[in-house]
């Protein structure tokens, strides 16, 4: 579904993504972890036309996405949801939803927002209240929520469980988990690399800016070096 | 009777500074800067509809739509071409274009329309006997004040509709917050911060015309000052907040009016801007501004 192709990303003379190539196949969960700073919001970012590499390429759906705005990502079928959670704090759940579905057609909005309230009942109970003022588990899943309102063929999560006290880390992985069983395709960015793998198909271990590791998620949870160097030992 | 007479003029004033304030604080609230050639394009939008109405012979209806749609593109095309090429400038960048461009269109005009300053002629009776009258010989209301009145509460009641229930406003709001996200959403930026100019600019030709409606005199340098008032007014009230441009506007046309009408013409603006001065002491982001906390 998505190939990542041998990517160079730059922030001015900063080389922060050294030739990254992995790929995501239709219905897995795919996860990159790896310590602050290793380049993994960075190749998400580049992946959804944030920022641009410069040599490579990314193909999606068996598209070039080289010249594809970070904009039409959307339509093309990829949902990014951002590190930080970024929801619309001024806005209401129900409009942050809204805005999710932005590239939809407006029929189909309702039964989206059905499904999304079915899956965060939370986020139902809180429809016309002001975003700013959930929770930050709360947040979390509007932002996934809002990420799933653009009928997506992949979703792309960015540190989801960060900043999220354990309960609510258990939480969010299980609703992964679910949209996992439910066929959704999911790339995973997380520093939680126990919890990543446990849900993950396979997975990518990024160091300053390089794949040094892959493997299912079962191997990467067994093997001496990952455990050493994420896993606690 | 004068007190009230007062407040009736203030708030006309007011409400002309409060669509002009509109066009600040949605700007400012997209695109993160301060377009101080705003003033100027109330400017154009006047002479385009003087001389609509005095060159060309249209009625005052036409010559009116006319200055909306020409301030419209001259406020798109400013975007393009001076703002939009430095998005990712730093700001005071930006804010020294705009001010380039604010001469830009103050020494244009002068070329265009000569430096001499013209009597423009109101779109609605300004005659002393066409007026409202409330109590006779004591109160009443110019048709100028009624108008400009009547605008903005349109304009208040449009602009609160389109950003709370329309698609294209909701997401004029989500570009506001947070553009790398709304981008994110699928929502083009580039084309919302241009229907934000226009919006603006729309605006400004509104306020143009009532405004020399009001005072009918009309030069270059015409939109400078009630630009720079306006934008005081956007401020006082929370720059950004599209309500807080109403409460800023007409705080400020009422302050204005009676600084003039009980201390000293000459001191009104001090007294304009002594009073902003305390409330942004008092209440940094301005009236209406609000500061959400971020949680994490």
Same mark, same amino acid.
């Not at chain 2, 939009?84 to 001010?99: D, E, F, G």
């Not at chain 2, 406003?169 to 917050?177: I, T």
């Given at each position: 579904?998505?190939?990542?192709?041998?990517?160079?990303?730059?922030?001015?003379?900063?080389?922060?993504?050294?030739?990254?190539?992995?790929?995501?196949?239709?219905?897995?969960?795919?996860?990159?972890?790896?310590?602050?700073?290793?380049?993994?919001?960075?190749?998400?970012?580049?992946?959804?036309?944030?920022?641009?590499?410069?040599?490579?390429?990314?193909?999606?759906?068996?598209?070039?996405?080289?010249?594809?705005?970070?904009?039409?990502?959307?339509?093309?079928?990829?949902?990014?949801?951002?590190?930080?959670?970024?929801?619309?704090?001024?806005?209401?759940?129900?409009?942050?939803?809204?805005?999710?579905?932005?590239?939809?057609?407006?029929?189909?909005?309702?039964?989206?927002?059905?499904?999304?309230?079915?899956?965060?009942?939370?986020?139902?109970?809180?429809?016309?209240?002001?975003?700013?003022?959930?929770?930050?588990?709360?947040?979390?899943?509007?932002?996934?929520?809002?990420?799933?309102?653009?009928?997506?063929?992949?979703?792309?999560?960015?540190?989801?469980?960060?900043?999220?006290?354990?309960?609510?880390?258990?939480?969010?992985?299980?609703?992964?988990?679910?949209?996992?069983?439910?066929?959704?395709?999911?790339?995973?960015?997380?520093?939680?690399?126990?919890?990543?793998?446990?849900?993950?198909?396979?997975?990518?271990?990024?160091?300053?800016?390089?794949?040094?590791?892959?493997?299912?998620?079962?191997?990467?949870?067994?093997?001496?070096?990952?455990?050493?160097?994420?896993?606690?030992? | 009777?004068?007190?009230?007479?007062?407040?009736?003029?203030?708030?006309?004033?007011?409400?002309?500074?409060?669509?002009?304030?509109?066009?600040?604080?949605?700007?400012?609230?997209?695109?993160?800067?301060?377009?101080?050639?705003?003033?100027?394009?109330?400017?154009?939008?006047?002479?385009?509809?003087?001389?609509?109405?005095?060159?060309?012979?249209?009625?005052?209806?036409?010559?009116?739509?006319?200055?909306?749609?020409?301030?419209?593109?001259?406020?798109?095309?400013?975007?393009?071409?001076?703002?939009?090429?430095?998005?990712?400038?730093?700001?005071?960048?930006?804010?020294?274009?705009?001010?380039?461009?604010?001469?830009?269109?103050?020494?244009?005009?002068?070329?265009?329309?000569?430096?001499?300053?013209?009597?423009?002629?109101?779109?609605?009776?300004?005659?002393?006997?066409?007026?409202?009258?409330?109590?006779?010989?004591?109160?009443?209301?110019?048709?100028?004040?009624? +108008? /400009?009145?009547?605008?903005?509460?349109? &304009?208040?009641?449009?602009?609160? @509709?389109?950003?709370?229930?329309?698609? $294209? !406003? %909701?997401?004029?709001?989500?570009?506001?917050?947070?553009?790398?996200?709304?981008?994110?959403?699928?929502?083009?930026?580039?084309?919302?911060?241009?229907?934000?100019?226009?919006?603006?600019?729309?605006?400004?030709?509104?306020?143009?015309?009532?405004?020399?409606?009001?005072?009918?005199?009309?030069?270059?340098?015409?939109?400078?000052?009630?630009?720079?008032?306006?934008?005081?007014?956007?401020?006082?009230?929370?720059?950004?907040?599209?309500?807080?441009?109403?409460?800023?506007?007409?705080?400020?046309?009422?302050?204005?009016?009676?600084?003039?009408?009980?201390?000293?013409?000459? +001191? /009104?603006?001090?007294?304009?801007?002594? &009073?902003?001065?305390?409330?942004? @002491?008092?209440?940094?982001?301005?009236? $209406? !501004? %609000?500061?959400?906390?971020?949680?994490?």
């Amino acid at each position: 579904m998505l190939k990542v192709n041998d990517i160079n990303v730059y922030y001015g003379a900063i080389h922060a993504i050294k030739g990254v190539s992995f790929e995501v196949n239709d219905g897995e969960v795919v996860t990159l972890i790896g310590a602050n700073g290793a380049g993994k919001s960075t190749t998400l970012n580049t992946v959804c036309g944030l920022l641009h590499s410069r040599t490579g390429s990314i193909e999606f759906l068996g598209r070039n996405l080289a010249a594809v705005p970070a904009h039409k990502m959307v339509e093309l079928g990829m949902a990014h949801v951002p590190e930080g959670r970024r929801i619309f704090q001024q806005m209401t759940v129900e409009e942050n939803l809204e805005m999710g579905a932005y590239t939809q057609p407006r029929a189909g909005i309702p039964a989206n927002l059905e499904r999304v309230y079915e899956q965060f009942p939370r986020l139902k109970e809180r429809r016309r209240q002001v975003a700013g003022t959930l929770s930050g588990g709360e947040q979390q899943m509007l932002a996934m929520g809002r990420g799933l309102m653009s009928n997506p063929k992949l979703l792309m999560l960015d540190e989801p469980s960060m900043g999220l006290a354990p309960i609510l880390v258990e939480q969010i992985f299980e609703i992964i988990k679910r949209l996992h069983q439910a066929g959704t395709t999911i790339l995973l960015v997380e520093q939680n690399a126990r919890m990543a793998l446990s849900v993950a198909d396979r997975g990518y271990v990024l160091e300053t800016g390089k794949i040094v590791a892959t493997g299912t998620g079962d191997e990467l949870l067994h093997d001496e070096a990952v455990k050493k160097a994420y896993l606690g030992g | 009777m004068s007190f009230l007479n007062n407040v009736i003029t203030g708030v006309s004033l007011g409400s002309i500074y409060a669509i002009i304030a509109l066009g600040y604080t949605m700007v400012y609230g997209i695109a993160k800067m301060l377009n101080f050639a705003h003033g100027d394009v109330i400017m154009v939008g006047a002479y385009v509809c003087f001389f609509a109405m005095n060159s060309a012979g249209l009625p005052p209806v036409v010559g009116v739509l006319l200055a909306i749609v020409v301030c419209t593109a001259l406020g798109v095309v400013i975007e393009r071409l001076a703002y939009k090429p430095l998005r990712a400038a730093p700001s005071l960048a930006v804010l020294i274009t705009a001010i380039g461009v604010s001469y830009l269109l103050q020494n244009g005009a002068q070329i265009l329309w000569g430096a001499a300053t013209k009597t423009f002629t109101p779109i609605v009776s300004t005659d002393p006997d066409a007026r409202l009258v409330l109590i006779p010989g004591q109160l009443s209301i110019s048709y100028v004040a009624i +108008l /400009s009145i009547v605008c903005c509460v349109v &304009v208040m009641a449009a602009l609160t @509709l389109f950003t709370g229930q329309t698609k $294209m !406003g %909701k997401a004029m709001r989500a570009c506001s917050e947070d553009k790398g996200a709304a981008q994110l959403m699928g929502i083009n930026v580039n084309s919302t911060i241009s229907m934000t100019f226009a919006i603006g600019s729309a605006l400004a030709a509104v306020a143009g015309v009532l405004m020399c409606s009001a005072y009918p005199i009309l030069s270059p340098t015409t939109g400078s000052l009630p630009g720079i008032r306006a934008f005081t007014a956007a401020v006082f009230g929370g720059i950004g907040s599209i309500p807080g441009a109403l409460l800023g506007g007409v705080l400020l046309g009422v302050i204005e009016t009676f600084a003039k009408a009980y201390i000293s013409t000459d +001191l /009104s603006d001090a007294v304009v801007f002594a &009073v902003l001065i305390i409330v942004l @002491l008092v209440r940094p982001a301005g009236l $209406m !501004g %609000k500061y959400v906390p971020e949680k994490v």
